[in-house]
């Protein structure tokens, strides 16, 4: 069954630089993936998806890239600033399923000091 | 920007009582879930719903759990002889097709349940 991976040790870093998030897939190419951001004690909140077909989507100071020879997914968050932090979540529905099951990352964390 | 509401935000309740967690879903959303999020683990599905009836359930979604809309705006989970592994963090979620499209899915947030 499809496992999604990240690296669950925080990532640390300085205010302005860019932070740089790793999502693995372990078996099919999913037809998509999606970044959610996740803040103690609250739900997940959608960010970005990206399709199968689609090698970078941008949102703002957000940018998501999905490489399948790879089974990967990056998701960067340029100039980043010590509200970004959070933990972020990779995740991408399940099997062939069409009843829009989530399957998760464990997610990483991000702490961004000033 | 539209949400999604759940109450109770925490439950405290005893061992083997029942428990029924409600959300008010997206009001144009058609496609309603629930996953959990045990402290420190990954967030889990449990089960979608889609016109009225369970489309998916989870392992974990056995005969003790039950999901309702029982009007055109509430989604409740219902937990039957609530057991202290069920602690968690409850979270409804919807989405307006079970294919997301650009908006990704909604999710309420949480119902954290703590069972003594």
């Known amino acids: 069954s499809q496992k999604i991976e990240q690296n669950s040790e925080a990532l640390n870093i300085q205010e302005g630089k860019t932070a740089t998030l790793t999502c693995n897939y372990t078996?099919?190419?999913?037809?998509?993936l999606q970044w959610y951001r996740q803040d103690p004690g609250r739900g997940p909140v959608f960010l970005l998806l990206i399709r199968e077909n689609e090698k970078e989507k941008r949102k703002e100071r957000l940018k998501v890239t999905f490489d399948t020879t790879l089974k990967q997914s990056l998701f960067h968050i340029t100039a980043s600033q010590p509200a970004d932090s959070a933990t972020y979540l990779c995740?991408?529905?399940?099997?062939?399923?069409?009843?829009?099951?989530?399957?998760f990352g464990q997610g990483t964390t991000l702490q961004v000091k000033p | 920007e539209p949400e999604v509401t759940q109450t109770p935000s925490h439950q405290v309740t005893q061992m083997g009582q029942e428990v029924i967690l409600r959300c008010v879903p997206i009001?144009?959303?058609?496609?309603f879930y629930w996953y959990r999020q045990i402290l420190g683990q990954k967030v889990e599905f449990l089960v979608s719903?889609?016109?009225?009836?369970?489309?998916?359930k989870s392992e974990i979604f056995d005969d003790q759990f039950s999901v309702e809309r029982p009007d055109g705006s509430n989604f409740t989970l219902k937990i039957r002889s609530t057991k202290l592994e069920d602690s968690a963090m409850y979270f409804c979620?919807?989405?307006?097709?079970?294919?997301?499209?650009?908006?990704?899915?909604?999710f309420g947030s949480g119902t954290r349940l703590t069972v003594v």
């Open positions: 009001s144009n959303h058609l496609y």
């Open positions: 979620a919807s989405s307006e097709s079970s294919r997301t499209g650009v908006h990704g899915y909604t």
């Open positions: 719903f889609y016109n009225n009836e369970i489309s998916e």
């Open positions: 995740s991408t529905t399940h099997g062939s399923s069409n009843t829009g099951k989530l399957i």
């Open positions: 078996n099919y190419s999913p037809a998509y």
